[in-house]
């Protein structure tokens, strides 16, 4: 497994490390900090925690199973406490307790002074000390579903409006399932919608509809596959099922 934290304490950082946040968080440009010599964690942890909230790169730290092992891809994770973990190519591992439900998860202890990625049966909850970045989750049958938020900007910038990616993954139901219902507030969205791959023909993949978060409303009719729809199910949308089959991915899109 590779991956590098940053920024803990009994170390001294520099400019370059300066430098280094600047181009995570801007892309280049010049960093609204005050310029000293060295600075301690402290000082680098605010200005990234100032710039951006929690969650992930674009597309980073994707997790995906095999043999048992759950696996994070490349990316950067941004903890509320203003740390981060960058995972490279080789990726990081994180193994899990087969038939349980396993969250994965990165997770900034301040108490410790550890930075780690970790599973657990429970949905990790932070505390003032303890910041975790929600991943993925497991189910029991081995259902694997994204729970990545991708980090936003907390100032305005010239960017594209924000886009968040959940997958499920070997999605099998039967009449009238709920296939997914979101954890998390999407009241920042304006609109859901999904693709699904077929799990036979893999090249194969199927718009479907597309679902006013705001109205509660279907906008469009779908040809495609008109066994899954949206409803609002216990005041929370739902993605859901008729019919019986199974997919390869359902890739789901809030924008």
Same mark, same amino acid.
């Given at each position: 497994?590779?991956?590098?934290?940053?920024?803990?304490?009994?170390?001294t950082y520099g400019a370059e490390d300066i430098n280094?946040?600047?181009?995570?968080?801007?892309?280049?440009?010049?960093?609204?900090?005050?310029?000293?010599?060295?600075?301690?964690?402290? @000082? *680098?942890?605010?200005?990234? =925690?100032?710039?951006?909230?929690?969650?992930?790169?674009?597309?980073?730290? #994707?997790? $995906?199973?095999?043999?048992?092992?759950?696996?994070?891809?490349?990316?950067?994770?941004?903890?509320?406490?203003?740390?981060?973990?960058?995972?490279?190519?080789?990726?990081?591992?994180?193994?899990?307790?087969?038939?349980?439900?396993?969250?994965?998860?990165?997770?900034h202890n301040e108490e410790t002074n550890i930075i780690?990625?970790?599973?657990?049966?429970?949905?990790?909850?932070?505390?003032?000390?303890?910041?975790?970045?929600?991943?993925?989750?497991?189910?029991?049958?081995?259902?694997?579903? @994204? *729970?990545?938020?991708?980090? =936003?900007?907390?100032?305005?910038?010239?960017?594209?409006?924000?886009?968040? #990616?959940? $997958?499920?993954?070997?999605?099998?139901?039967?009449?009238?399932?709920?296939?997914?219902?979101?954890?998390?507030?999407?009241?920042?969205?304006?609109?859901?919608?999904?693709?699904?791959?077929?799990?036979?023909?893999?090249?194969?993949?199927?718009?479907?509809?597309?679902?006013?978060?705001?109205?509660?409303?279907?906008?469009?009719?779908?040809?495609?596959?008109p066994h899954i729809y949206y409803e609002i199910r216990?005041?929370?949308?739902?993605?859901?099922?008729?019919?019986?089959?199974?997919?390869?991915?359902?890739?789901?899109?809030?924008?």
């Open positions: 497994m590779a991956y590098k934290y940053s920024f803990l304490d009994g170390e280094s946040i600047t181009q995570r968080l801007a892309g280049s440009g010049v960093s609204p900090f005050l310029t000293k010599d060295t600075y301690n964690p402290e @000082d *680098l942890n605010s200005l990234t =925690k100032e710039l951006v909230e929690a969650g992930t790169s674009l597309d980073g730290l #994707k997790v $995906t199973v095999e043999n048992g092992i759950a696996k994070i891809g490349k990316g950067i994770g941004f903890f509320s406490s203003g740390a981060t973990v960058e995972v490279d190519e080789d990726g990081a591992e994180v193994e899990i307790i087969a038939e349980e439900t396993n969250y994965i998860y990165a997770e780690s990625f970790m599973s657990s049966p429970a949905k990790p909850l932070g505390t003032e000390y303890v910041h975790p970045i929600l991943l993925a989750k497991i189910s029991s049958k081995g259902v694997l579903t @994204d *729970l990545r938020t991708h980090a =936003k900007s907390k100032f305005v910038t010239a960017g594209r409006n924000n886009v968040k #990616k959940i $997958t499920l993954s070997n999605v099998t139901f039967k009449n009238d399932d709920t296939i997914y219902t979101p954890d998390f507030d999407y009241s920042d969205f304006n609109f859901m919608f999904a693709i699904v791959q077929n799990a036979t023909y893999e090249d194969y993949k199927y718009p479907v509809r597309v679902f006013d978060l705001v109205s509660g409303k279907t906008l469009n009719s779908d040809t495609y596959n216990d005041n929370k949308v739902a993605l859901c099922a008729n019919g019986s089959q199974t997919y390869k991915n359902i890739d789901i899109y809030f924008v």
